[in-house]
């Protein structure tokens, strides 16, 4: 191996002491607290007391305990409905917003504006959307002479409405796709239409292929983002009603800071990393059936 120039050293040297901050945060903040998070989930720790290590009683107390399978079906649940409609939604208004009409910039900036709403303000809001008596949505449907709903209020609506709201902070996602949109070559455009095809040729041969990476990556941030939901069943509903809501996350809090079952929330932590683990990963080994790379030039 050629010996490296004066120069090159003299950068591989900067290169290396400015990484040590970002290094060194990675490990206090992020790897630390992951080891000592399994530890604890070895023992039965209360807040204030001794840690006392009880091996995987805490994993194998999991299989009985019913409010754990409730909080993961709650939170497949939603992640099932929010995940897909909110790429449906995005990926419409995307569309649209890649469309030459006037005013643009104006519509883009309209559209993303809600993703910029702090999580709580949003939560805020939704609640009184959602609210039966004098909400927007019930006063809407009761103007139109359809019968009201309880929404958040009721066992049945609950997550559904939940889902629906999710909806509202499209934003992100959206732009990801109006970028993806906005790389898919023109000519490949220009050959369908020459060929006599429309634009559900133009779409399904062209935009929807070329889009496949960009959708399969707002696919896998919306799936561990759904997972972790949390600020809905805080703020909005405190799990209920009759644990409709009971999401993950929320109840991993509750264990933690509720109860003060520190070592019980750990170990409900790293059940949750191993299931977002084994999705992705699931996710990651289908998508070679369907997502094309055009630089790899085939599937």
């Known amino acids: 191996m ?5 120069q090159r050293r003299l950068e591989r040297r900067w290169g290396l002491l400015m990484a040590i901050p970002a290094v060194l945060g990675f490990a206090v903040f992020t790897v630390g607290p992951m080891i000592a998070s399994l530890f604890l989930s070895l023992t039965d720790w209360q807040i204030g007391g001794t840690p006392s290590f009880v091996g995987v009683d805490n994993y194998t107390s999991m299989l009985d305990d019913e409010l754990f399978w409730k909080s993961l079906s709650a939170t497949t649940y939603y992640t099932l409905g929010a995940v897909p409609l909110v790429l449906i939604v995005s990926f419409a208004v995307a569309m649209l917003l890649n469309q030459r009409v006037r005013g643009l910039s104006l519509w883009r900036t309209i559209f ?9 303000a949003n939560v805020v809001l939704w609640i009184w959307i959602f609210n ?13 002479g359809l019968p009201g709903s309880q929404w958040i209020y009721d066992e049945g609506t609950a997550i559904p409405s939940l889902i629906v709201m999710s909806t509202w902070g499209f934003g992100n996602t959206m732009v990801i796709f109006l970028a993806g949109l906005q790389g898919v070559p023109r000519h ?10 429309g634009p559900l040729r ?12 960009t959708i399969f990556y707002n696919l896998v941030v919306g799936v561990v983002g759904t997972f972790q939901v949390f600020n809905q069943a805080y703020v909005m509903t405190e799990g209920g009603p009759n644990q409709s809501t009971l999401f993950y996350v929320y109840y991993l809090f509750r264990k933690a800071f509720t109860e003060s079952e520190m070592g019980y929330a750990s170990a ?9 683990m084994v999705i992705t990963f699931l996710l990651f080994r289908n998508a070679r059936r369907w997502v094309y790379y055009e630089m790899a030039g085939a599937r």
């Open 2 to 6: 050629a010996r490296l120039s004066g």
């Open 112 to 120: 993303y504006l809600p993703t910029l709403v702090p999580a709580i």
């Open 188 to 197: 490949l455009y220009e050959a369908v239409s020459i060929d006599g095809g």
């Open 268 to 276: 409900l932590a790293w059940v949750l990393f191993m299931i977002i």
């Open 132 to 144: 039966p008596d004098f909400g927007l949505l019930n006063s809407l449907l009761r103007q139109a």
């Open 202 to 213: 133009r779409f399904w041969h062209v935009t929807l292929p070329m889009m496949t990476p």
